[in-house]
């Protein structure tokens, strides 16, 4: 073996690491010889010194005062009392590193936090504080270099904003975040910026609801209507569903409205939102599948008809606009192509869906080869029949 390792160093390599052995480690003298017979011998070979542990870092030097230390102690057991909700203990300690530091402003902004959470009655005293340390900034930084900082002036701003949002005075609170940004521009008071915003959108509009008045604006919108004033009659009703947009009613009147001023798809919209309100409100299928018809989208406005029907049988209108589809469909059947029609059917994904169905495709062609085999076909299956007969309504299949 000491032989093949000297003619060949690649097996001694190979031994070497079989044995956990570091292959700079070949001898006292760095030969192969040595390394060689150490590893024929079974020997430990030298083990490589252990690294010297780099320096820990240095922590940066405390320079706070004895009393700047105390008051950081106290502040400490206040944080503590404050998340216990202990108010009245966490004000004695937040006092007592005041006492030990009044140029710091991260005191004062605790403080008046713990004084928001006492409730209403104490906003004003931590108001009071948070602007006096606002106007005294200057003073208080140079009296304690960083007591009044940036970040700190930023964050008195927040507690300020906070403030204005409890009280519902929302202007008055982005103005306040405004100038913490302008302070110091970070992620938290920028998420708490647009949540306000936010906040301010959804309290104007719950302050704008009023069902009564809804009901007025409703009134002069139906007049407006039968007087043919349409554009007056959808400005009664914009008022109206923005005092109350849970009427379901007002969509459908709004979408009938929109249906004379020829605005078919922002009708259909508050059709939808009117069903969406109330699902069995057969008055709206009825307009629904007037709008579609006017679309020239017959096939949707059979659909319509049908879920009006099947809510009130008897429903005279769904009854009068079905019959008139379906003399329509019979009609287009016999003329010529209608292009619009046969856009906006290609439009509609449903009917995309159909025509990508390798079973209506196959049917399709069966139907040019040999229209005997698929009229058979389709009356033997419920599933074929209902996509072929949206086909033909939406005359993409021609039977004239």
């Known amino acids: 073996l000491m032989q093949a390792m ?21 001898g006292p003298d760095g030969d192969i010889e ?29 320079n706070r005062t004895p009393a700047q230390k105390e008051a950081d102690d106290f502040k400490n057991q206040g944080n503590e009392l404050y998340k216990k909700k202990q108010f009245k203990e ?40 948070l602007r006096d340390v606002i106007e005294r900034r200057y003073e208080i930084n140079t009296a304690n270099p960083g007591g009044a900082s940036f970040e700190k002036v930023a964050k008195v701003f927040n507690r300020i904003a906070s403030i204005f949002e409890k009280r519902k005075d929302f202007e008055a609170a982005i103005g306040m975040y405004h100038k913490a940004l302008t302070e110091d521009n970070n992620r938290q008071t920028r998420n708490a910026l647009r949540e306000l915003e936010r906040a301010k959108e959804k309290h104007e509009k719950e302050s704008y609801l009023d069902p009564a008045k809804a009901e007025e604006h409703k009134q002069k919108g139906n007049e407006f209507f039968k007087g043919n004033k349409y554009a007056d009659a959808k400005t009664e009703y914009d008022e109206a569903i923005k005092r109350n947009p849970t009427d379901a009613k007002l969509y ?23 069903l969406r309100l109330d699902p069995t409100f057969v008055k709206a299928y009825s307009r629904k599948g007037a709008t579609h018809f006017f679309m020239k989208e017959y096939h949707k406005a059979l659909q319509a008809y049908d879920k009006g029907l099947a809510i009130e049988p008897d429903n005279e209108e769904c009854r009068r606009g079905k019959e008139q589809v379906v003399m329509k469909i019979s009609e287009t059947n016999r003329g010529e192509v209608d292009e619009e029609q046969i856009r906006h059917a290609m439009a509609d994904p449903e009917i995309q869906q159909i025509m990508h169905d390798p079973q209506i495709k196959m049917f399709l062609q069966t139907l040019q080869e040999n229209p005997k085999e698929a009229q058979k076909a389709m009356m033997s299956d419920s599933k074929l029949m209902d996509a072929v007969n949206k086909l033909h309504a939406a005359g993409i299949i021609r039977t004239g």
């Open 6 to 26: 000297q003619q060949d160093p690649r097996i001694l390599e190979v031994i070497m690491a079989m044995q956990g052995i570091d292959v700079s480690t070949m």
């Open 34 to 62: 040595g390394a060689a017979r150490g590893a024929a011998e079974g020997r430990a070979p030298a083990r490589m010194p252990p690294k010297k542990e780099e320096p820990k870092k240095e922590e940066p030097p405390d």
């Open 90 to 129: 966490a004000l004695e300690m937040y006092d007592k590193a005041i006492e030990k530091e009044p140029n710091d402003l991260t005191y004062i902004n605790n403080k008046s936090a713990v004084l928001i959470e006492m409730g209403a009655e104490h906003y004003d005293t931590a108001l009071a504080a």
């Open 252 to 274: 459908s009147n709004r979408a009938a409205t929109l249906t004379k001023l020829m605005a078919h798809p922002d009708a259909l919209k508050d059709i939808e939102e009117c």
